[in-house]
Every structure is written in C-alpha cells, then in structure tokens.
C-alpha cells in the first residue's frame, strides 16, 4: 500500500501548528512579549532560556502520527521523570538543571566510513525538524504523550555512514559524576548505555528528539539529544546522548546489565506479557489518571510489527 507522507509545506497553518502554540501565537498578538512567555516556560519548568536552537521552534507537525488521547501537560510530564543520573526517582527536574548542554557534541564512531565528532549545532544545521505526538509507554505501566521535535533516526544513520557489518547502533548518555549524583553510585553500570538493530534504527517511527511542547526540550527530558522509540518500553529512549557507535556485536544495555531478568534487550510493549513483578496489561495515563488498555508495540504494530516476525524464538517482550 501507498501511504503518502505529506511535507511540512503542505500542511495548512492549522493543522502543523499544534492547539498549544497555536494559542501562544495569539496570546502574542494580543500583546505578550515572546521573551516573557518563553521566559516564565524557562523558570517554571527547568527550560534553558540562552538555548541557541530556539529559532529553530516551532517545527510543523508530521500528521502521519496520530494520537488516539489528549497531549499531555508540560507541567505533568516536565515533573515527573526517570533520570537515574540525576536520583533514583520522579522528582529530578530541579537537579537535572545542572547539565550543560553547550558546549554539547555526539561521537560517532565504530563500523562507519569516517569517524566523526559533531557539534550539536552543526548537527542541527545539517537536519529538516519536524513534529511528532506520540505515545510513551514507560515499563513501570504508566505512559504520557508529549509534543517531541526532533528528526528520524535514520537521517542520523545517513549522516553517519555505517558499514555493511554494522548490525547495531549503540547508543550513550554523557558521564559527569560532578554533576550527575546518580553517577557517583557504582553498583550502576554507568554510563547509561542502550541499543537497537540497525533494522529498527532505520524505521520511520524511530526518532531523535531535541525539543519538546514547540521549544528546545527541559533538560530533564534528556536535552540536548534523546532517542524515541514509541512501540518500546521507555527505557530505550536513552537522554542527552553523546556518542553512537555501530557494532557488528550486541553490547549488553545498562539494564540488561543492572536487572537482566526484568529488562531484556528487546523490549517491545506488550500488555499479554507481564514483568516479572507486575501486570502490563494497563496504563496509568498521566494526562487525566485514568488507566487504559495498553496495546500491543503500544499501538504502532503497523508500523513495526514486521521488524519481528523472522525472530519469534527471541523474548520481544522483555
Ligand atoms: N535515559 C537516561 N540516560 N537515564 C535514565 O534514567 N530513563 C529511561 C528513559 N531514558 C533514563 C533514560 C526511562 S525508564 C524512561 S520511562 C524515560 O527515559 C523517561 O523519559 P521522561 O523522563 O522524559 O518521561
């Protein structure tokens, strides 16, 4: 089948800007300063006000991936966060304010033409920014949508240039004991390290992200570059990334690593399939609290389903 994936430019001003920043322009027009917005979004929710990508924000929304629920709210999901580099629990976003994320580069390197260091910056010149609603469905059965901008992963994997032998694409979180408390504890396998198959690198729904609610993301989401990959659990979606290496051979994850009977390398969302200590069959949805059937790869099974069917003796699930 034929899906025509539409542009940027095609879409009409209502339908790419999304109802919160469409709302923001016209609070503008009714004579709020920009600055006095972006700033109190800043101050209240941990955003990085000097962020020399700002300029970049507002994307245009991809509407080839929709939501069946409400967005929901920054001040939900800007609260309550996993960063175990920042403490063990939701309540990080103040501490994670001490990342720096300029100077920021991303190694790229292992099986590729050329190794390569990139500023974030010149990454983000090189690259089209889109938006996307998706679905994020975390192990521990609560989920959230959120706004991401960001690019595809496969736009990186281009740039990149990998070999023929490379299977996989590591990814790593930067280490920096000085102002990641987390970090100073050492029975955790830091750095926070994770990994796909180049064959889900390159599927469309695998995406980078590098802002978040039409603005460069709040540092806790993992700023200045995250991974997103909807139809798995959250703890694939590694934060604030700075290096990529393409491997013919599978390293072990931080989680395989930390609990390897609970979080597995696959981790595709399956609600038939509980973790050792709990059901996975519903979510708590952060939005409105309800809880809500959760769906098979959360969802996206028609985008991603096919990435597994030569592979059924593996533990997809965990
Ligand atoms: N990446 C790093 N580097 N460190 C982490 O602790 N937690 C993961 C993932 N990426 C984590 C991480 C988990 S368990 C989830 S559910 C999501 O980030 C949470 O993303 P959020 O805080 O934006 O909701």
Sequence with gaps: MFVHRRRGWEIKESAATPEWAYLNRRQLALGLAAGSIIAFAGRAL????????????????NDRYVLDRPLTDEEITARYNNFYEF??????????????????????DGLVEAEQTIAIDDLFAKIRFEERLYRHRCVEAWSMTVPWTGFPLADLVALAKPLASAKYVVFQTFM?????????????????????TIAEATNELAFLVTGAYGKPMAKQFGAPLRLHLPWKYGFKSIKSIVRVTFAEERPKTYWETLVPDE?????????????????QATERFLATGERLPTQLYNGYGEFVASLYTGLKNEPLFM
Excluded: C, M
């Design 87 to 108: 403490g063990s629990h939701k309540e990080i976003w103040e501490r994670a304010q001490e990342l720096k994320v300029r100077p920021w580069s991303v190694l790229v």
């Design 263 to 279: 979080y597995g390398f696959w981790a595709n969302v399956n609600p038939e399939v509980s973790h050792p200590r709990w059901s």
């Design 176 to 196: 920096d004991p000085d102002i990641a408390p987390g970090q100073r504890q050492s029975w955790y396998p830091w750095p926070y390290t994770e990994v796909v």
């Design 46 to 61: 941990g955003g990085d006000e000097a962020d020399p990508s700002a300029g970049l924000y507002p994307a245009a929304n």
